[in-house]
């Protein structure tokens, strides 16, 4: 984490933050120092020096914003900029973020605070910010043109307003929405409560992430901003696996998953190993009398979840999104499907033109992340992540949660991987197997639903994913 200490001040930046909000002259007078990060590791909590206390959240591959408090108003600096964020080792994506990150950084209150955010614009275009899911005065609301003039680049826009309750939250443009979106830019925002809520448990550990997704080609650098649907790229924090770190956790800890979803489509969101409650979303808690136990809850587009669970089974769980495709990573949509088809015989006569021709997908998509084919650079692997036990065959929205007894409260350093005990490693069967008890046509024959026309002959059906231009 670096400060940039030749921030903006004078005439042009109080102008235009008095034309976007009526603030006193002490805030006018100088901008909080903007604060910047660069990498794309998971920060420890930032435990709150000043203000109300709270236990702070973990952002996954994230940080969280510091705050000036300025008279009892807590202050901090946005500076909306281009950013290059590590999407995974080895892979770099050129985005527009916050602070130097995309997502921008995790902003943290607390119920009853007033709240004053400076937003600088260094993009090459306007912009504003709008608090998704807040309680705030209309003028405070960023969308532009209609609550609020944009933020033109070089300028300096500031908005203050009260928390005036607890919850999960983001932030994102309401300006050029789908093109600034789409290049990254949006953030998570927690309100904490001021005491203790009825409905709000305690926890040991709290995590926060954002789902976001980009079509970024093969070898390039910069996100399609038109992309509709056909995304390559599902991520969380704008990282994909295996760069997604793992959430650490203590045995018995009661673990709080805050989920903010701003992709395109819904992600169902699955668990392994535990069950979980869906406690809260963008609209508050949930009544303790709503909520039931779950392993994967679906959150649509522009929505908040937040789940809690008790860690009490020891090991390596995998957390992913519950859509396939999505835990792919750099994936193309015109692949044919070869499963079951024979290639020997081409193969052998390609193999005389083209030595190092490959046979591809006739056994499933794994044969294809087996033959480590060369990719074009700055490209992540459609499969990866080795495992203790061999690949992990998974890409994208695609986590583990590792449970330790032994892991101290309150760190968040990678154990490594677990260490089953004796026995309770699935392994293979090496003794004798029998043949399965099939069903046969007499046993069938007495159906409640026999068929009308019996004797007709067989018929093999092929099924063909459709291609060229679809119309809704």
Known sequence: MSSRRHFLSGLGAVTAAAAAASVS????????????????????????????????????????????????????????????????????????GYNGQSPGPT??????????????????????????????????????????????PGKTFVYEFVARRPGTFMYHPHADEMVQMAMGMMGFWVTHPKGKHPQIEEVDRDFVFLLNSYDIDPGAYTPKVTTMLDFNLWSWNSRVFPGIDPLVVRKNDKVRIRVGNLTMTNHPIHIHGHEFQVTGTDGGPVPRSARWPEVTTDIAVGQMRQ?????????????????????????GHDVPNLIGVDHSGVAKQINNLIPDYMVMGERGMADMAEMEMPIPDNTAPMMTGEGPFGGVEMGGMFTVVKIRKDQKPGDYKDPGWYKHPPGTVAHEWTGGTTEPVRATPEAAAGNSMPLKQKHQPEVEVQVRKPTGKMEH
Not at 72 to 91: C, Q, Y
Request: aromatic share 8%; with cysteine.
């Open 25 to 96: 002259k002490v805030a006018m007078a100088a901008l909080p120092e903007p604060v910047t990060q660069t990498t794309p590791d998971t920060m420890p909590p930032l435990v709150p020096q000043s203000g109300r206390p709270y236990n702070p959240v973990v952002t996954l591959n994230g940080w969280t914003l510091p705050w000036r408090l300025n008279k009892g108003v807590k202050e901090f600096h946005l500076v909306a900029e281009p950013v290059v964020r590590e999407m995974a080792p080895g892979f770099k994506a050129h985005l527009w």
């Open 307 to 331: 789940i809690e669970f008790l860690a009490d089974e020891e090991g390596d769980w995998s957390f992913h999104c519950h859509k396939s495709h999505h835990t792919m990573n750099a994936m």
């Open 107 to 152: 902003i943290e209150v607390v119920e009853g605070d007033r709240v004053r955010i400076f937003v600088t614009n260094r993009l090459p275009e306007h912009t504003s910010v709008h608090w998704h899911g807040q309680r705030l005065p209309n003028g405070m609301d960023g969308v532009s043109g209609l609550t609020q003039k944009s933020i033109q």
